[in-house]
């Protein structure tokens, strides 16, 4: 079965950077894709990027194309989420989470059924 660790988060001013971890294992790596989602106080989790693993295709929601990074070391299991030019509205708890997929996902990649979740890094933004 597929584990997911993440780690990473923390208090930040705005403009601020943090890199978000995401440790796999159980699961044969080039065979998944992982996500990055987020969910705020009071709000719906949304999507914030994916990176599949097998072809290293990226995605990332409007609200953080330009800031936010996705990249993968398939040599340590893991997918790293780059954070730069913070803002308050970033504020949320950050969960990746896994999908046995290969190739392209598309556009709707943050609707698709991801099996498997971490356990969520908290990300704040101070003003």
């Known amino acids: 079965e597929v584990q997911l660790q993440a780690s990473g988060g923390g208090l930040v001013q705005a403009g601020g950077s943090l890199r978000l971890s995401c440790a796999v294992s159980?699961?044969?790596?080039?065979?998944?894709?992982i996500g990055w989602f987020r969910q705020a106080p009071g709000k719906e989790r949304e999507g914030v990027s994916c990176?599949?693993?097998?072809?290293?295709?990226?995605y990332y929601a409007d609200s953080v194309k330009g800031r936010f990074t996705i990249s993968s070391d398939n040599a340590k299991n893991s997918v790293y989420l780059q954070l730069n030019s913070l803002k308050p509205d970033d504020t949320a708890v950050y969960y990746c989470a896994a999908l046995r997929w290969r190739g392209l996902l598309g556009h709707g990649w943050h609707s698709f059924r991801y099996d498997y979740w971490g356990q969520g890094t908290l990300v704040t933004v101070s003003s």
């Open positions: 990176i599949s693993i097998s072809d290293g295709s990226t």
């Open positions: 159980g699961f044969t790596f080039d065979d998944l894709a």
